[in-house]
C-alpha cells in the first residue's frame, strides 16, 4: 500500500534556529500533501496544503514566514520551522493524497521540542 | 462550514467486548468520510473510508462502519476488542471545492481497553 515517510521522528533544537522535516511519498506520486500540528491529547490542526510546483495555501493563523513548506518533486515535501520558539514545540504529521487509491496516508510524525 | 464531531471524548470498554465510536457531520454535499486510529506518538493509520456505494463499509482489523445519511453519522463498530485496539480514534470528512481536498479531523475518541 500507499506509504508515506517522514523526517526525522524526533527533534530537539534550541530557541532561534530552524528545523527541516521532510515527508516523502515512497511508492506514489503526490500532487498534494498536507501539513498537520497536533498538541498534546488533542486533534489535528491543519496547517497547509502542499501543491507541487507551487505556493502553499496556508490556513488561517499559521505564519507563513514562520512555517516554510516546500514542494519541489512529486515525492517531496519539506516543512521548515524557522527560528524556532518554545511554542513550537509540538507534534508535527505530513499527509499525501494518492490519487491512486484514492485516499491520504500519513507520516509517522516527527516530536519537535525546542529549548 | 464543514464539521465533524465525535461526542465521546473518552470510552473505556472490556476487552471481548463490542465497541462502537460515535461520529457526526456536517456536509452540503456527499462528503467523503474516514476513519482512522492513532497510537501514542506515531502517525494515523487509515481504518476504512467511504465515498459511495454500499453504506456499510469493512475496514481493518475488524472494524466496520455505517453511513446514514439520513442522521449525517459515520459510527464505527468493532464486534470484540482487543487490548491492541487501546488508541485514539479520528474521525474525518473530505472538505474542499474537489470534495476530498483537505480532511476535517474531528476532536478524536481516547479508546482504553481494560482486562
Known amino acids: 500500500g500507499a506509504v508515506v515517510s517522514q523526517h526525522p521522528s524526533r527533534v530537539i533544537c534550541k530557541s532561534g534556529t530552524s528545523v527541516k522535516i521532510e515527508c516523502r511519498s515512497l511508492?506514489?506520486?503526490?500532487?498534494?500533501m498536507f501539513w498537520y500540528r497536533q498538541f498534546p491529547k488533542q486533534s489535528l490542526m491543519l496547517m497547509a496544503t502542499?501543491?507541487?510546483?507551487?505556493?502553499?495555501?496556508?490556513e488561517q493563523g499559521v505564519e507563513k514566514d514562520k512555517f516554510l513548506i516546500n514542494h519541489a518533486s512529486l515525492t517531496l515535501s519539506t516543512l521548515t520551522v524557522t527560528s524556532a520558539h518554545p511554542e513550537d514545540s509540538s507534534f508535527y504529521i505530513c499527509?499525501?493524497?494518492?490519487?491512486?487509491?484514492?485516499?491520504?496516508?500519513f507520516g509517522s510524525g516527527t516530536r519537535l521540542t525546542v529549548v | 462550514a464543514q464539521s465533524v464531531t465525535q461526542p465521546d471524548i473518552h470510552i473505556t470498554v472490556s476487552e471481548g467486548a463490542s465497541l462502537e465510536l460515535r461520529c457526526n457531520y456536517s456536509?452540503?454535499?456527499?462528503?467523503?468520510l474516514f476513519w482512522y486510529v492513532q497510537s501514542p506518538g506515531q502517525g494515523l493509520q487509515l481504518l476504512l473510508k467511504?465515498?459511495?456505494?454500499?453504506?456499510l463499509v469493512q475496514g481493518i482489523k475488524g472494524f466496520e462502519a455505517e453511513f446514514k445519511r439520513s442522521q449525517s453519522s459515520f459510527n464505527l463498530r468493532k464486534p470484540s476488542v482487543h487490548w491492541s485496539d487501546a488508541a485514539e480514534y479520528f474521525c474525518?470528512?473530505?472538505?474542499?471545492?474537489?470534495?476530498?481536498?483537505?480532511?476535517?479531523f474531528g476532536a478524536g475518541t481516547q479508546v482504553v481497553v481494560t482486562p
Open positions: 499527509s499525501a493524497r494518492d490519487l491512486g487509491t484514492y485516499g491520504y496516508t
Open positions: 511508492d506514489f506520486q503526490a500532487t498534494t
Open positions: 502542499s501543491n507541487e510546483g507551487s505556493k502553499a495555501t496556508y
Open positions: 456536509y452540503g454535499a456527499t462528503p467523503y
Open positions: 467511504y465515498f459511495s456505494g454500499d453504506t
Open positions: 474525518a470528512v473530505g472538505a474542499g471545492a474537489d470534495s476530498w481536498g483537505k480532511l476535517q
